[in-house]
């Protein structure tokens, strides 16, 4: 962690990789390295068509970020029915991807929930499942992946809880996109969690042009860090980076201080004291 008692994340989504795109992160790279970030959340469609090659690719163009890197899958990388072998190619490379689960940094203050999310609409406008199959269907979608958000927020038992999703869980950060694909953007459903379990913040993707900042019905902190829009006014930028304040007198282990030179003798320590 930052010796300024501080956790300093990057987050960002939509990279889209499809092969031929290798140096395209090497800027990337470098400024979550030299900002001392200890975590990149990756929002999703982190390939571009779901090729498996392309999740290859990317997992070697990441394997230089000395942070942790933790992430949720997006529509995209469900193109080609291969999200499984994605998921596999990217945890060898060192990318903890979310499904309703959890990932806590070893010292077991923060907590990262995550889950892809789905679509449905915003507050009132909200579909419901009734009629044909299909609606229904769709509403059972959106429905079991806010209960995947709601079963990995409730495994984080760290202080500090972070939820990462694709899809928005609320209608303000999608603001700016056409009108009419509201409901494939995001749902209130995912909302429901969240303002049950009160994390810190929420970071998600998808929304190209959304907006990037806007909050659920109980007031959490909700990011829209889709690549495209975080590069709309600013077009150097990278990633959107945050810095959340630390407890006082928190000291992370030694495996989690980013460029920190990690002696088998610390790792033995950090396993010792829990």
Known sequence: MPIDGKLRIAAVGDLHCRLGKHGNYRRLVDAVNEQGCDALLLCGD?????????????AEALSGVRAKKIGVLGNHDFEAGKADEICAVLAEGGIHILDGDHYELKGHMVGFAGAKGFGGGFDRATLQGFGEEGIKGFVHEAVQEALKLETALLRVDAPIKIAITHYSPVRDTVIGENPEIFPFLG????????????????FHGHAHYGTMEGRTLGGVPVYNVALPLLRRDHPDRRFFMVDIPLPEGFHAPPSERPGAVVTPADLHAEHESG
């Open 46 to 58: 982190l390939t571009d068509h779901g090729h498996v090659d392309e999740a290859k690719l990317l």
């Open 187 to 202: 749902s209130s459903r995912l909302s429901e969690p969240i303002d049950h379990h009160r994390p810190t913040m929420c």
